[in-house]
């Protein structure tokens, strides 16, 4: 038979069973607005009921049952959304950085605008299709001079903010790098309080949502795979172990470009911003070095006119041409070194040696111009008169020359260089083009790219929101939904308290109304 104190135990469950429940239910919804936060229940269970029927115990068939019991207070969790999140989240890392970047290089590029690239080199041509008309004249020499710098310092400025760039996401992976460490020593902090918590027999379900948290900042930085082993998550980045347990292992610029190298680092905001820096800023970087190398010194074909006098000793198809071999009887077609090439096939009006190398250094150097270093030679910028655009002399009684001034057939070639296709051997477009269409190809390509980094950065913006979209609707905190539990754990607990006023009443009636007949 059941203890005559039977049933207060049993309400006693009910209270404190439903307060655990009110008290979860007012945990969820202050944490409702916590990034990483799971919702909680609490998990009840019929208490274990008084046994069967014996010899001793009441002859009534069945079980008296002893209320309820608080088994666990679990957190909601679906491991399958949290991978797919991981998963995805990292792509959208990888392709966010993509598209930055690509917008940055468009910015630097900025094409088409009247200050870009394209107008200076445009200014260029027309400087020297202006002076071919009176080559004589100091101010069209001028002109070609001032444009010439232009286009120089516009290549200048282009490949500085270019370098610049390559140099922001460089220190950019050193500083997400940095991150990675810091979220993984985190992660084995936290795999090493949970162990110790639930070792107790007691829950960790907030440690194990700043746990999942702090992996899903991680996926989103490196591609990651998580296994959830007794001693706490084992993450992996392809064959490198990032955390074992109570273990991290931290990540240096060496080891995450090998890893970028050997294919263990696939996706993720370091991997997007290492593949941003080595494929496209590098890339741009190469193409412009190739047109300035290309313009200066590349190999192409010119037809010198006929009558045209060659500076003496001039090497031209394994021919040197010397003394009155040097004029031309007929058209000769030759290949020359780019426009450095050309302009030492003519006369200045600085004397009767042939023109010095148009494109340099600062120093007035020719070997190994970049877009970063060509400028005009020193020498020209210094004086004007040095722009070779003749290319005939008079040869005087007395062995000496004199240039024909008024003589503009090297400034007719320049300008005709506009519409000459060149040798670039680049991945842009054509491998011969003309220096304006190789250029346009560059920018052209730039644009293509960047609509294509913004269409998949998009989408996966929205794969992204639609897998945590399903993750919130099992784990996150519906208001809602609480509210209404809150009520409904409310009348529970109101009951209980009730159920308990009874029994007191009926033992009141027992202890201080029975055996006092009379009273």
């Known amino acids: 038979m059941a203890s005559t104190f039977h049933g207060l135990e049993t309400a006693r469950r009910g209270l404190f069973t439903t307060q655990s429940a009110l008290n979860t ?9 916590t990034a990483g936060y799971s919702r909680q229940v609490v998990n009840m269970t019929a208490s274990r009921p008084i046994d069967a029927v014996g010899f001793t115990k009441s002859a009534a068939a069945g079980q008296l049952g002893t209320g309820v019991e608080a088994s666990a207070i679990t957190r909601v969790r679906e491991k399958f959304l949290d991978n797919q999140y991981r998963n995805e989240y990292k792509s959208h890392g990888n392709f966010t950085v993509q598209l930055d970047t690509l917008e940055k290089l468009e910015g630097i590029v900025n094409e088409p605008s009247d200050t870009g690239i394209r107008t200076v080199i445009s200014n260029f041509w027309n400087s020297w299709s202006d002076m071919s008309k009176n080559p004589e004249n100091a101010d069209g020499r001028k002109v070609v001079m001032e444009q010439t710098m232009a286009m120089a310092d516009a290549i200048n400025y282009t490949a500085k903010q270019l370098t610049d760039l390559k140099d922001d996401l460089t220190e950019n992976v050193e500083i997400n790098l940095s991150t990675v460490n810091s979220l993984t020593t985190s992660i084995a902090q936290l795999n090493s309080e949970i162990r110790r918590i639930e070792g107790l027999g007691d829950s960790a379900n907030d440690m194990r949502d700043q746990r999942d948290l702090l992996t899903d900042q991680l996926s989103g930085l490196v591609n990651i795979r998580v296994e959830d082993q007794a001693d706490g998550y084992r993450i992996t980045m392809g064959g490198a172990e990032l955390v074992q347990g109570t273990t991290s292992s931290p990540l240096d610029i060496g080891a995450i470009t090998t890893a970028f190298d050997s294919g263990d680092l696939n996706s993720g905001t370091i991997y997007g911003t290492i593949l941003s820096r080595d494929h496209f800023v590098d890339g741009y970087i190469s193409e412009l070095n190739k047109m300035v190398q290309t313009m200066a010194s590349g190999e192409f074909e010119v037809t010198l006119p006929k009558g045209s006098v060659l500076p003496d000793g001039t090497i031209i198809n394994g021919v040197t041409y010397t003394g009155a071999d040097r004029t031309l ?4 077609a030759v290949t020359v070194n780019g426009l450095n090439g050309l302009h030492q096939l003519g006369y200045s009006l600085a ?13 007035g150097g020719t070997s190994g111009l970049t877009a970063g270093s060509i400028t005009l030679n020193p020498a020209i910028a210094a004086n004007s008169n040095l722009i070779a655009s003749s290319m005939r002399v008079t040869i005087n009684a007395d062995g000496s020359e004199t240039v024909i001034s008024g003589n503009n057939s090297l400034a007719v070639l320049f300008s005709q260089m506009r519409d000459t296709r060149l040798d670039f051997d680049s991945g842009a477009g054509e491998d011969m083009n003309t220096i304006d269409a190789y250029f346009r190809s560059v920018v052209g390509q730039l644009g293509v790219q960047a609509a294509e980094a913004t269409r998949m950065q998009a989408n996966q913006q929205i794969i992204v929101e639609q897998v945590d979209s399903r993750r919130q609707s099992v784990s996150g905190v519906s208001l809602d939904e609480e509210m209404s539990n809150m009520i409904k754990f409310q009348h529970a607990y109101n009951a209980a308290a009730r159920n308990m006023t009874m029994i007191d009443e009926m033992l009141d009636k027992v ?3 029975m055996g006092r007949v009379g009273l």
């Not at 239910?25 to 607005?33: D, K, L, V």
């Not at 004397?351 to 120093?363: N, V």
């Open 25 to 33: 239910t007012g945990h969820n919804i202050a944490n409702a607005n």
């Open 329 to 332: 009887a007929d058209d000769l």
């Open 351 to 363: 004397g009767q040696e042939p023109g010095l190398p148009f494109f340099t250094d600062s120093t």
């Open 511 to 513: 202890i201080n109304g």
